[in-house]
Antibody, heavy 122, light 108 residues
């Protein structure tokens, strides 16, 4: 059964770049059936979609974050990466990697990683 | 951007009771592309319902979704102890994909 695992630094300094990796196991990201997304959740708050990628290169970003976000895929490592630059305290959150069902359009998130807490602090 | 509003914010019920959760969209959601998720403390959300009314794999039939256009409902017919949790709706009819603020179902 496919699993998603987020990894990366748990602490990032203000103004620096947050970099996270989602490693997909027991399945390939090179499939037309899925898209791969990132969602975040500040402590005690709701969910915010960050962006989504298809291995073919199609990407969708939340306009509220688009100027600071890059999502990319490394098919040789079966990984999806998130970079968020110029971070500040409001970027402190649990960051989730999730799989979208869908072939021509990203649909619902049907599989989630456990999430990783990233704190922005000096 | 489609804004989702969920009500009530908190629902206090007893096991065995019926829960009715509402999700209202600021504009029509194309193709009823509306999903519901359950989140328990310290865990990732998990998919319950997609396409407004289709249960995800393994979801018990006490969970049901309904609605179209701008008004959607998640119903839990008889609350089990494990159902006390946070519930989010999410639309995927258009980008940006957006979530509602959530409804907490807690034990009365």
């Amino acid at each position: 059964q496919m699993q998603l695992q987020e990894s990366g630094p748990g602490l990032v300094k203000p103004s620096e770049t947050l970099s996270l990796t989602c490693t997909v196991s027991s399945g390939s990201i090179k499939t037309s059936s899925y898209y791969w997304g990132w969602i975040r959740q500040p402590p005690g708050k709701g969910l915010e979609w960050i962006g989504t990628l298809h291995y073919s290169g199609n990407t969708y970003y939340n306009p509220s974050l688009q100027s600071r976000v890059t999502i990319s895929a490394d098919t040789s490592k079966n990984q999806v990466s998130l970079k968020l630059n110029s971070v500040s305290a409001p970027d402190t959150a649990v960051y989730y990697c999730a799989r979208h069902r869908g072939s021509s359009w990203p649909w619902f998130f049907d599989l989630w990683g456990r999430g990783t807490l990233v704190t922005v602090s000096s | 951007e489609i804004v989702l509003t969920q009500s009530p914010g908190t629902l206090s019920l007893s096991p065995g009771e019926r829960a009715t959760l509402s999700c209202r969209a600021s504009q029509t959601i194309k193709n009823s592309y509306l999903a519901w998720y359950q989140q328990k403390p310290g865990q990732a959300p998990s998919l319950l319902i997609y396409g407004a009314s289709s249960r995800a794999t393994g979801i018990p039939d006490r969970f049901s979704g309904s609605g179209s256009g701008t008004d959607f409902t998640l119903t839990i017919t008889r609350l089990e102890p494990e159902d006390f949790a946070l519930y989010y709706c999410q639309q995927y009819g258009g980008s940006p994909f957006t979530f509602g603020p959530g409804t907490k179902v807690d034990i009365k």
